[in-house]
Each structure stands twice: as structure tokens, then as C-alpha cells.
């Protein structure tokens, strides 16, 4: 049985990529969510508890792993980095794997990926969709976040591909610096497209 078709969901901070990836589901697109997984896999009673706790003592409690602990131990030390990503990139692929099974006769699925250009993770995908929007919309939406500074929003965009080679590398980009309506029009014409493409039963 053929598989479905694969299209990888991306997009800088503040874009819009998780109003896009709700407008999928609502379509009846399965969508596989990174970093949902990882959630997952981290929170109370996660499956990498004991393995992160192992390598990185005192970083996890009962809600799971303590987030900024962890990341502190992390940060801008790439051997520790790679020790935690041997954790849990396995087990983020082994859920993918689950996700494809369970969803082997649809026409097509999403992964969520956020990071996907930045860690080179477009090998086994079809096609790519970037959601982007003009810069200034994209700065305000992020600067009314709870907590953020534009220093903290100058940093993350330094470690993110740029909006521009994002756009330029997609197959399809989702333009979201319009209205609501006319982005879900967007996305259902694509959706509608590949399934056109890639019938099921």
C-alpha cells in the first residue's frame, strides 16, 4: 500500500505556524507535532524521564523535566546538546512511526516541524510549506507575547533560518499577514490540491 503524502509545516517564530497547523486538523488532515511529541515524552510519567535524569541529574521532578534547568545545562554547550537530542530524537521518530501507521490510508499528512530547515529535517518529506508574514507583523505579534523583549526576539531570529530562504527553499508558502479568512482559504485550496493528487480510499 502506497503511503500518503508527506508535507513538512514550517515557519519562523510568530508566523502563524500553530493557527495553520489548527486550520490542517479542522480539515481533517492528521498532523504530527513535533514538538507536542516531545511534551510528551518530557512531561509526568514521560518515557525519557529516567533516561534524561540519568544524563543530566537533577533536572527532572514528578511534572516531568524541568524545562529551564534542563535547557540552562544545554545552552551553548554542544556536547550536552547532542547527548540530549541521542535521547530524544529515537523517540520522537519511533511516535512519527506509530503516527504513520495509524494514519497509512489518508491522502495526506502533516509534520509539524518548527526547526525543520534549521536541523535539516526535510529528508523523508514530499513537499514543504512555509508560513510566512511581513516582518512588521511578525514583530508585533511576538513583542505582545507575555515575557518577550525585542532583545529575546532578536536572539531567536538570530538562531532561525531566515523568513526569506525559508520562503525561497518552500514548495508552498501560506501567506498569513492577511486576514484569517483568506489564510484558510489558502490552506484549503492546497489541502484540496494534493488530495486531488493523492486520492484514498
Known amino acids: 500500500m502506497s503511503r500518503p503524502y508527506i508535507l513538512g509545516l514550517t515557519g519562523s517564530i510568530g508566523m502563524g505556524k500553530s493557527a495553520v497547523a ?3 486538523r479542522e480539515l481533517g488532515v492528521p498532523v504530527f507535532d513535533a514538538d507536542a511529541a516531545v511534551h510528551h515524552l518530557q512531561g509526568p510519567g514521560g518515557e525519557l524521564i529516567p533516561a534524561i535524569e540519568e544524563a543530566f541529574p537533577g533536572t527532572t521532578g514528578p511534572e516531568g523535566v524541568k524545562r529551564q534547568e534542563l535547557g540552562a545545562r544545554v545552552f551553548g554547550n554542544p556536547e550536552a546538546l547532542k547527548r540530549l537530542e541521542a535521547i530524544v530524537h529515537p523517540a520522537v521518530a519511533r511516535m512519527r512511526h506509530a503516527f504513520m501507521v495509524e494514519h497509512m490510508g489518508e491522502p495526506l499528512v502533516v509534520f509539524d516541524i518548527p526547526l525543520l530547515y534549521e536541523k535539516g529535517h526535510g529528508a523523508d518529506l514530499d513537499a514543504v510549506m512555509v508560513v510566512s508574514a511581513p516582518a512588521e507583523v511578525q514583530r508585533k505579534r511576538v513583542l505582545a507575547r507575555p515575557g518577550m523583549t525585542p532583545e529575546k526576539f532578536a536572539h531567536i531570529l538570530s538562531l532561525q533560518v531566515p523568513d526569506a530562504e525559508k520562503r525561497a527553499r518552500a514548495t508552498h508558502v ?6 484569517l479568512a483568506e489564510t484558510e482559504a489558502q490552506v484549503a485550496a492546497l489541502v484540496a490540491a494534493i488530495r486531488e493528487k493523492n486520492p484514498r480510499q
Do not use: E, S
Request: charged share 0%; proline share 0%; no cysteine.
Open 22 to 24: 489548527l486550520m490542517l
Open 174 to 179: 501560506i501567506n498569513t499577514g492577511v486576514t
